[in-house]
């Protein structure tokens, strides 16, 4: 091989080399945008609505490995895994009650095949004569929230769409009964819910007849307020313990403390 021969293969290894290179580069700065743009997706999506037995939201991301088996057990199709552009992280389960709410399988076949505990098995069940099994309405999916200027049933048009709907009927959801002072002759029918029993599967708000429902489900740190450690409710005993277990026990005691309120209010010491 001749010396210019070597030189021209020389030169043509090198703009290989050079190309590889800068398709390197040029891969690294895509995935970098890429990946910048996974992460901006995942700080816009605020409103993610997740399969029952979710953990709480940063838990649930750092325990959850993307595999798709819950979505693959949901017989009606209701949980995606998010793609990019869906405003969430990618590969992590979620579902649109609008489209198709969780119809509260009995047997909660998603929640099961989890490998990682991402979705607690443990939070959707009871403990029925000694044994544990699944109990959908343990579920926290999300809260129902009502938005009173849209719903027509607070117009006095008589709907009970979402009442009828809900799969824990007169419990999560009910319908309290209202006067309407404004004909004087008719009355409101209106949905309250339950905090304490709705669980989040968005049938209600599947069944709304409105354009845009007027009941949608929240996530639980949207929908719900924080009260705060320094309120009490002073009928409750559950909450006097509590506030025992923070401040300890602060009564002042006295003899008369000692005694019922009945007998030294009748004694003859009078108010010494």
């Known amino acids: 091989m001749s010396n210019l021969e070597s030189k021209k293969i020389e030169i043509s290894e090198r ?6 290179m800068a398709q390197s580069v040029g891969l690294s700065a ?3 945008m ?4 996974y992460l901006e997706e995942a700080k816009a999506a605020p409103l993610i609505l997740r399969p029952p037995g979710a953990l709480k939201e940063a838990d649930f991301l750092r325990l959850c490995i993307k595999c798709g088996q819950c979505v693959q057990a949901c017989p009606y ?3 995606s895994l998010a793609k990019p552009g869906d405003l969430k992280p990618m590969g992590t389960p979620f579902f649109i ?12 076949p998603c929640v099961p095949v989890c490998p990682t505990g991402a979705l607690d098995e443990n939070s959707v069940s009871k403990i029925e004569e000694g044994k544990k099994e699944l109990d959908i309405n343990k579920a926290k999916m999300g809260l129902a929230v009502v938005d009173t200027e849209s719903c027509i049933a607070f117009w006095g048009i008589q709907c009970d ?8 009927m007169d419990s999560a959801i009910s319908l309290e009964y209202r006067r309407n002072t404004r004909t004087g002759k008719h009355a409101y029918l209106i949905p309250i819910v339950s905090s304490l029993t ?6 209600c708000e599947r069944a709304c007849v409105t354009e845009k429902a007027a009941i949608r489900v929240l996530p639980l740190e949207l929908a719900q307020g924080a009260i705060g ?8 005993k559950e909450d006097e313990k509590r506030i025992e277990s923070l401040f300890g026990d602060n009564t002042t005691h006295t003899k008369r403390s000692e005694k019922s309120a009945q007998d030294y209010l009748n004694a003859d010491e009078g108010l010494k």
């Open 161 to 168: 769409a979402c009442y009828r709907a809900c799969p824990v």
């Open 198 to 203: 709705c669980t989040g599967c968005g049938l």
């Open 97 to 108: 009650p609008r489209e198709i709410p969780c119809y509260m399988c009995t047997d909660i």
């Open 229 to 236: 450690g320094h309120y009490i409710k002073g009928w409750e």
């Open 15 to 20: 703009r290989k080399f050079l190309s590889l």
């Open 34 to 37: 890429v990946w910048m743009g």
């Open 77 to 79: 199709d209701t949980l």
């Open 30 to 32: 895509l995935g970098g």
